[in-house]
């Protein structure tokens, strides 16, 4: 009954027929060519269910003693735990939701949002298809995992496509009910052994070799405010991130593998 409580219930919550709800726009630098067409570069929405369920599971392992979960306190970051990911120089936290992009992959956007209460910017630690993440297993440094966003049940995702505003690579959000491809996987970059909550660490993608990245640039309606994620291709100040709010399995072995720089 603890963490996985909500996991089925929050990775059926996406599917959907799409409806034009607005145009892409940005504060910054104008439009790069792949979100320009006659009649612009349009923001697609589905009409998801309520993401009550998926919570409740999340509220649940809270009241529920002995549930081998922790919301506070400093510690390890462990495979199957539920959080946040705040971007130290932007100051936002990644973010998802059925809202697809208009231009480039047309696949489930991902963003960065100021919010710490929204829902919608929870992830779950998890291994690749092949496992090697066991529940409440510290990650290592240097471990590929997949993040599942918990709401939609699909994985953190990039490709060479363009992003909308920077013209780096789009990163999206790909799969169904947890289950994508290779390019779901990306490399826990930090110093040390394992993933420290309380450090900043890089996620590098594997197949691309990009790192998770925020620059500043931000959407106009109907996400206004919302930031740009994207990959690039070196490790600077725009792509270190930290784990904030979230349900952590308490670690259930001690590993001993691997040290990877940040």
Not at 151 to 168: C, D, E, Q, R
Not at 213 to 221: F, I, L, W
């Amino acid at each position: 009954m603890a963490v996985q409580a909500e996991s089925r219930a929050g990775w059926r919550l996406a599917a959907s027929s799409a409806s034009v709800i607005g145009r892409w726009r940005r504060r910054k630098r104008p439009m790069g060519p792949s979100c320009r067409s006659s009649a612009g570069a349009m923001w697609s929405a589905g009409r998801g269910r309520a993401a009550g369920p998926a919570l409740v599971g999340l509220l649940l392992t809270l009241l529920v003693p002995g549930s081998g979960a922790a919301k506070t306190g400093a510690g390890l970051v462990t495979c199957g735990s539920v959080l946040k990911l705040f971007n130290t120089q932007h100051r936002v936290r990644l973010h998802s939701h059925d809202i697809k992009y208009g231009s480039g992959s047309g696949q489930q956007s991902v963003t960065g949002v100021e919010a710490s209460d929204d829902a919608n910017s929870y992830w779950r630690i998890r291994g690749g298809s092949e496992g090697g993440c066991p529940r409440g297993s510290p990650v290592r440094c240097g471990q590929a995992v997949r993040l599942t966003h918990v709401l939609t049940g699909k994985n953190l995702h990039t490709h060479h496509f363009p992003s909308p505003l920077s013209n780096n690579q789009e990163v999206s959000a790909f799969g169904e009910d947890g289950e994508g491809d290779d390019l779901d996987l990306w490399t826990v970059r930090c110093s040390g052994q394992h993933w420290e909550r309380e450090a900043a660490v890089r996620f590098q993608h594997v197949g691309t070799s990009v790192f998770l990245s925020v620059t500043g640039e931000q959407y106009g309606s109907p996400i206004r405010g919302q930031h740009e994620v994207h990959g690039m291709s070196s490790a600077n100040t725009h792509n270190t991130w930290k784990a904030m709010e979230g349900i952590f399995i308490k670690p259930s072995v001690d590993s001993s593998a691997g040290h990877d720089e940040l």
